[in-house]
């Protein structure tokens, strides 16, 4: 047994008792290794007695879970409605430049700060009233 499989059986046994446990083995599943591949998406399966298609339709459906990993940090830029209103569209040449191949650039939809748009989020920190210098600064710091 492989130390992935043995870390995915103790993430699968630490949630198995839960009421809809797939989303946060999911989750932590994701922030062990980065990714939820389809090796994870078999072993996660086989523990919660479901087919793979069951959990690989989840896994596709959510924009978080990635099948592969990727070290570069992430800036999520939302270009929801709302921050369309407030010109994110405007700025994201700026976020663009600044990450070149080093940081990825993300478009999400709606980050929940809709009254304080732009918004972005790197990690668990969020980021609002951003213009064009802003942005490039908070990829560039990523």
Same mark, same amino acid.
Request: aromatic share 8%.
């Given at each position: 047994m492989s130390d992935k499989s043995t870390r995915i059986g103790e993430i699968v046994a630490l949630h198995h008792h839960r009421e809809g446990p797939l989303l946060p083995i999911l989750n932590d599943v994701q922030a062990a290794f980065g990714c939820v591949d389809a090796e994870a998406e078999a072993l996660i399966a086989k523990g919660l007695n479901l087919s793979r298609a069951d959990v690989h339709g989840v896994v596709s459906f959510y924009h978080d879970y990635k099948p592969q990993a990727d070290a570069r940090p992430v800036v999520q830029v939302c =270009?929801? *409605?709302a921050c369309k209103a407030r010109g994110v569209e405007a700025i994201v040449a700026a976020a663009e430049a600044a990450a070149g191949? =080093?940081?990825?650039? *993300?478009?999400?939809?709606c980050l929940g700060l809709c009254s304080a748009g732009p918004a972005a989020r790197t990690g668990d920190d969020l980021h609002i009233r951003l213009d064009a210098q802003s942005i490039a600064e908070l990829v560039e710091n990523a």
């Open positions: =270009r929801a *409605e191949a =080093r940081v990825k650039i *993300e478009t999400v939809y």
